[in-house]
């Protein structure tokens, strides 16, 4: 999904988004970690334990989020906080008066200097994107994510029926959940690619904000009520922005995320040999190791934090289950056209998520990419996208998008589904 909305695209004759909106994907010219990290004066690190107020500051816009700086092992942690989400970051080095935090799986940091006491100064930096991609970033300890508001908010908890209405006229539909609890707002969006993950914010009055940082993507939505209707922006890093309106209603839902995409006619089976990220191997569903099992294949990213949710699920939930005779093959496309550099990352993220199972350098990250090398399939519309194979390797089922942890009874039922699929599929 792109972190500037303003490149997503209508499905032709359908009118819904082709790629993710948390995991739409550009690629490829990366800025130079090195140059971005380059040490400043002889002065320490003011990265002291305790629980900071991060600000990301676009678009004339202020994105708030709420970090914690610990220590394990005698070496600093910061862990990102998303409401209930804990993002634990332990890639922290320091040259000079610079700390450059990795964020996580991402090819992403936030470099950051003191700036007086319990203060710091810096920036967000991506490092995979076609151009240098930085947004000036800036902490204090101590401070709550929203500061204390005496206004009388509104309630803006429910279910909210979404449309994103991009620069080019173009709509998205999608799914507002929100809950409230006096002024503290949390909630997330539901589109037919996936979902906007822990979003946290304040109503002020009539007024909403929601923000998130995952360290992939800085988002902020704000909103004004009138009545049962609600008018705001969604800002995305840099450059992203659309217009949104919603309508309370309990009945609002997405199209099928099983409809969106199916086969080819004719098509029943894939048919792809992509090199594996174990170097001088090569991976297709047609090897020795799938015949006569279920096979799960799920297109996706390390830039995709949709793809994350759903691996945290999947690596798991394969260990426990893989001695039924179920097999998983992850097919990576990422922001590169080196396939060392694509390896690379897909390593990493298959160490620091301990994932079992095989996964394949499939392609660049796009929507068209992903859909050229499946030719089978009609189209790839997001990332993730998870293709279910029976035990004679048809595809029985191809699922669009994700619906996280951060969607609350929508995960639920996203799990629910995944089970009863290959409990059937396995019964047969």
Known sequence: ?????????????????????????????????????????????????????????????????????????GKPTVTLRNGEERLKLDEISTAGDSTTIRLGVFDAALVVRPDGTDKLKGAWVKYDGKEPYRVP???????????ATTAQPQSFSGTWKVDFKGTEGDVTPAVGVFEQKGSDVTGTFLTTTGDYRYLVGQAQGNQLKLTTFDGSHGFLFTAKKVGNTLQGDFYSGKKGHEAWTATLDPNAKLPDANALTGMKPGQKKLDFKFPSIVEGTTISP????????????????????????????????????????????????ERTTDPKVAAQKLQKMKQRMNIGYDIAIAGEASSEAASKSLPQVQKVLA??????????????????????PGTGKYYEQEVAEFNKTIDQLLAE
């Open 1 to 73: 999904m792109p972190v500037a909305i303003a490149f997503r695209k209508a499905v032709t004759g359908a009118g819904l988004a082709l790629a993710a909106v948390a995991c739409q994907s550009n690629s490829t010219t990366s800025e130079n970690p090195a140059a971005t990290e380059a040490a400043g004066s002889n002065a320490a690190p003011a990265l002291t334990a305790g629980t900071w107020r991060g600000v990301l500051s676009a678009q004339g816009q202020e994105i708030p989020f709420l970090f914690d700086v610990a220590q394990d092992g």
């Open 137 to 147: 970033f800036a902490a204090m300890k101590g401070e709550q994510q929203y500061p």
């Open 286 to 333: 047609t090897d020795a190791k799938y015949k006569g099992k279920v096979v799960v294949v799920q297109i996706l990213g390390s830039w995709c934090p949709n793809c994350m949710d759903e691996t945290n699920f999947l690596a798991p939930w394969y260990e426990k289950n893989k001695q039924r005779g179920v097999e998983i093959i992850g097919l990576g496309y």
């Open 383 to 404: 990332f993730p996208t998870t293709l279910f194979l029976d035990k004679k390797g048809e595809v029985r089922k191809i699922h669009t998008g994700y619906s996280g």
